[in-house]
Structure formats: C-alpha cells, structure tokens
DNA sequence: TTGCAAATGATAATCTTTCTCATTATTGGG
DNA sequence: CCCAATAATGAGAAAGATTATCATTTGCAA
C-alpha cells in the first residue's frame, strides 16, 4: 500500500531536513508555499491548502506558518494593512525588497548590491551588527509623456 | 475671567492652522507629542496624557493620533511588537531612519542622504515617483576587542 | 448667548493572531 | 506490521489592538 506519492515539494523537504515532523498539513502548506511567487497573508494561505486537503484548519495553517518562520523556512512581511504575509526565504546571500505600488497596491521585487552594502555600512559606523532589514518603499507610477492614461 | 493661558505647543498651533478644531483633549495630546522624543505607542501616550488631564479618554487618544496621521502632522511607525508608534513629523526635507537595538529593543535614529537619494533613484529607475519609505533595521551591538563578555 | 456640527467617553464590535484541550496522527523501536 | 510515546491538529475560546456606536458634551461661529 505504499504507492510511490508525488514527490514533496521544495520546502517539504526542507522541513524534513530541519527534523521538523512532516504531516500531512505541512505537507499541503509547503507545497502551497512553493507554489506561490506571491506574499500572500494567512487567509490567502489557507484558501489554498483548502483546495488541496479540505479538512485543513486555519489554526495549522497559522501555526505552521510561523514554525516555518522561526525556522529560517519562511520570511515574514509587512506591508501594512494589518495582516502578515508571507513568502519563501531568500538563500543565504541575496535578501530582497519590496516597492508597492500606491494606485493598484501590486507588490515589485527589487534587489540591490548597493543598498545591500549601504545599509550595512551605516549600521556598523553606528557600532552594531547588521540582523535583519525591514524595508518597503512605496511609489506611484511616473507620468511620463504628458497625462494621458 | 479669561487668563492668558499657556501657549499653546507647537503641534497645538499646527493643528489649527490645519483647520482642525481645537479641543481640550487635542491640545493636551498635542501638547504630550511636542514634549516626547522617543516613540511612544497609544497606551504609553494615553499614560502622559492622563498627568495633564485625568479626564481623558483612551478612545479618544486612538482618534486624535489617528486626526494627526491624516493631517501631515503625526508619523505612525512600526517596529514590530504588534502597536503602532508614534513621533513627530520630520519636516518637509530630512526624513529619518531607525536602528533598533536587538538586545535592548532600543530604537536609535540615524539621517542618511546617501541612502535617501540611493533609495529615491532606485524607484525612479523602476518607474515610480518615491512616495514612502518604511525602512528600519536591527542591529547586534558590535563586541570589540576580543570575546569577553 | 445660542445653536449646531463635531468631538468625547464608555463600551461594544471587529480583526488578527495565539491559546486551550480533547482527539488524531507521526515516527522510531519492537 | 504494531505500539507507545509524543507531537500535531481542529474547533473554538481568548487575547490584544484598533475602530465603531451612540448618547452626551463641547467648541466655535453667528
Ligand atoms: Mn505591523
Ligand atoms: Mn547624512
Ligand atoms: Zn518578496
Ligand atoms: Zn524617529
């Protein structure tokens, strides 16, 4: 009765490599999470374990979500409006940020070198050790050649 | 029987140049803002507010922080820790940033117009008029000269 | 001084996230 | 394959922050 199941996922596998235990509801929340190149927020989430193991629980997906964070797995974000979200996390050498759109709040990736190395500069002039950088800008799109939209 | 009060504070004086009537209970916030420069949440305001005026409410704290915010005259910050903190905004030039301390949750402010410009140019290469920057990091004080502790 | 619109105080409601606890599932070792 | 130990889950309660409601009070312009 041990029929060779899908293979798991990209985070699954980091889950189990961790020594986390791997449930079923992990299983559903990894893959859902490799599955998205969004930042969804926990409801989001939880839509879509649904579509894949309908008796999953918002309290799993709550709990999983910040096991998978305290876990280095997951990074959470916060770009306002009350309710985290989330995404996988960078690798160990490229962090990213995040421009929000002002009109249409659609969430830009960018990466950058320079503010990378800014920023740890300013921090170890003022005597500390770059630990995390919280950092979105939002911006409004540029008119450009006179006013027509 | 109108004694020459004592004036008003700065915030006091910027709230009705605003047009926004001018209450006992603003003046007092008012007046507790001008007198702060750390970054006091809603709870902590309403404690200051209380030792001038024992009469008011904390509802009242939520709106009158909420009034500024709208008005241009207050800036709401989040560090993190699930409440909103709150400072005196910056003028029209020199925004500023915050270190927090990671061992001390102290919160250290820091100007930078390198970083300003960097971060300007960035969106505007993306396409984007800067509208906001929600930037703030956490460092780890530096240990030097050797691992004692 | 009066009147009216707006603000306040008290408290209920809302919203997100965490906690509780009885039930269920995972996993390592027989 | 089965058991026991242990950890995870589901459902709902609880917590914590903020906003809404509404009767009462207040600021302010006429
Ligand atoms: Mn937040
Ligand atoms: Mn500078
Ligand atoms: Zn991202
Ligand atoms: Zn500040």
Redesign the pocket.
């Known amino acids: ?2 029929e060779p199941n899908s293979p798991d996922s990209p985070l699954a596998e980091l889950c ?1 490599q961790r020594g ?7 299983r559903t ?1 990894a893959f859902v999470l490799s599955d998205s190149d969004d930042h969804p ?3 989001e989430l939880y839509r879509r374990a649904v579509e894949v ?1 309908p ?13 998978f964070e305290e876990n280095g797995i997951l990074q959470r974000r916060d770009f306002g ?4 979200r989330y995404e996988v996390a960078d690798g160990d050498q490229g962090d990213h940020y995040h421009l929000i759109d002002a009109d249409s709040g659609r969430v830009i990736e960018f990466e950058n070198t320079e503010l990378d190395s800014l920023l740890a500069g300013i921090v170890r002039q003022m005597g500390y050790d770059l630990v995390t950088t919280r950092l979105s800008v939002v911006g409004r799109p540029k008119a450009k050649g006179g006013t027509r939209d």
Chains 1, 2 share one sequence.
Do not use: C, H, P
Request: proline letters at 0%.
């Open positions: 009765m041990k189990r986390l235990k791997l449930t079923g509801q992990r929340i927020d926990v409801e193991d008796r999953i629980s918002i309290a799993t997906v709550y709990r999983t979500v910040r096991l409006g009350g309710r985290a």
